[in-house]
């Protein structure tokens, strides 16, 4: 009973930090060509909507700024596909009234958000790069990390953290059995092969995550999202960039060196949370995969720079996570609500403790320096995590519609049930297609 409680609240966890979008059919973003602020009131109150893991942020913001008058709401945001903020901001256009003045998002509701619900309403965020935070600011996030925000020229939203893939591994565990951390995709399918035949039941991965796709197939540039333009899509699951992933990975799931299981799954980790050799997956699974779930002893688990491919050195990764934070339109306290997105997002006081990787390059510094996001490890992270903080592949976009419904629905059951990823590849292609085209995207030519 106990490991389930664990793991239980370590999945709710998961969906705090890993939350999938929901989907959405409006019309195509596009921004304003300016931006006019509704009457505004300094002294007014701004009412926050933030989840339960970003709470004692914002809690820690009204403490610090006792001059500000908040009124703070707990609401899931947007976890596990919610489409509560999206209802209700549709209702509040409706009604004309009832807007949270700031809100913490899925990345996806930024695509909606950005865009009018209906024809007498106006965009719900707020275009922050008008006059709203400096260029200065938003030019120190990292690299490729404002994407999300970004439609029709406008930045509707700051990041306030992301969750790069890098490579995870037991030194210990490396150690004992004689084994280097491989710096290739090739070296990481060899070493499978090794470790089924010389210690089988041992594990360099799984793929039964919701979010497994995001980790192995963005890291390798598969052009499964790609936007080529705002209401265009391009999937093309046959392209060499997802056919060699799969390959890869069909042969490290025949040797049992990866799992079909998911990390995550209610008795993995009592069963097989001790044999994970090595997990490719965001900077986050550290404490939460191998700390929390796993219960890994301290000075064991060690993080490395994404995997490169033979002849090309490349460096990309995926992105597993990662929320928002958006300022209303329809505010009238501009001044405290931008205030506040980017003291949450941006300063070093709230940063250096959070709870993930922030995306804010010099509030990740300190995060990197605090030693609670360190100490745990049997190496300094930090190279690994810079250097995937800044290799996260543009070519995975940001759509109305969630990355992990047909992964979860199509792919993985077909994997569970003894099916090849090469084999089911067509059928993902397909499901990601329907997807796409119920949301109001037209398909782009192979």
């Not at 994407?147 to 406008?154: A, H, K, L």
């Not at 995550?209 to 890291?219: E, P, Q």
Request: neutral net charge; charged residues 15%.
């Amino acid at each position: 009973m106990k490991q389930r409680l664990i793991l239980t609240a370590t999945l709710a966890a998961v969906a705090a930090l890993a939350g999938c979008a929901s989907a959405d059919t409006t019309a195509a973003p596009t921004g304003p060509a300016t931006f006019t602020p509704a009457p505004q009131d300094d002294a007014a109150t701004v009412t926050v909507w933030t989840d339960s893991t970003r709470l004692p942020s914002v809690q820690a913001y009204q403490k610090s700024h006792p001059d500000k008058k908040l009124n703070i709401v707990t609401y899931d945001g947007s976890a596990d596909g919610s489409t509560y903020l999206q209802t209700k901001v549709q209702l509040f256009d409706r009604t004309g009234s009832g807007w949270p003045d700031v809100v913490f998002a899925a990345p996806t509701d930024v695509t909606w958000a950005s865009a009018p619900t209906g024809p007498n309403a106006k965009a719900f965020a707020a275009p922050l790069n008008q006059g709203l935070i400096p260029q200065q600011t938003l030019d120190n996030f990292a690299k490729g990390s404002l994407s999300p925000c970004e439609f029709g020229g406008q930045t509707y939203c700051l990041r306030n953290d992301i969750a790069q893939v890098v490579v995870w591994y037991n030194a210990k565990l490396l150690k004992d059995f004689g084994y280097a951390v491989p710096k290739t995709w090739q070296e990481y399918q060899a070493l499978g092969a090794k470790v089924a035949k010389e210690h089988p039941g041992y594990l360099l991965g799984a793929v039964g995550d919701t979010n497994s796709h995001d980790s192995y197939f963005w890291s390798s540039q598969c052009p499964a999202f790609m936007l080529t333009a705002p209401t265009t899509l391009r999937t093309d699951l046959q392209d060499p960039n997802c056919t060699r992933m799969a390959t890869l990975l069909d042969s490290m799931i025949a040797n049992g060196s990866v799992s079909k299981e998911a990390f995550f799954g209610q008795n993995f980790a009592q069963s097989k949370g001790s044999k994970v050799l090595m997990a490719i997956g965001p900077s986050w699974y550290g404490q939460y995969l191998f700390n929390s779930a796993f219960k890994t002893p301290a000075g064991q688990i060690g993080a490395a720079a994404p995997l490169t491919w033979d002849g090309d050195p490349t460096v990309a990764t995926g992105n597993v996570g990662g929320a928002v934070w958006m300022v209303s339109s329809h505010t009238a306290n501009l001044k405290t609500s931008t205030d506040l997105v980017s003291w949450l997002t941006t300063s070093d006081e709230n940063q250096a403790g959070a709870p993930t990787y922030p995306a804010y390059a010099p509030a990740a510094k300190a995060w990197l320096a605090n030693p609670k996001n360190s100490q745990y490890f049997a190496n300094d992270v930090t190279p690994a995590f810079q250097t995937a903080a800044g290799a996260i592949w543009s070519g995975w976009s940001n759509t109305r519609f969630s990355d992990s419904t047909a992964w979860s629905s199509v792919v993985l059951p077909a994997v569970t049930a003894g099916k090849t990823l090469t084999a089911t590849l067509p059928a993902w292609q397909t499901a990601i297609e329907n997807e796409a085209k119920a949301a109001g995207y037209t398909i782009a030519s192979k």
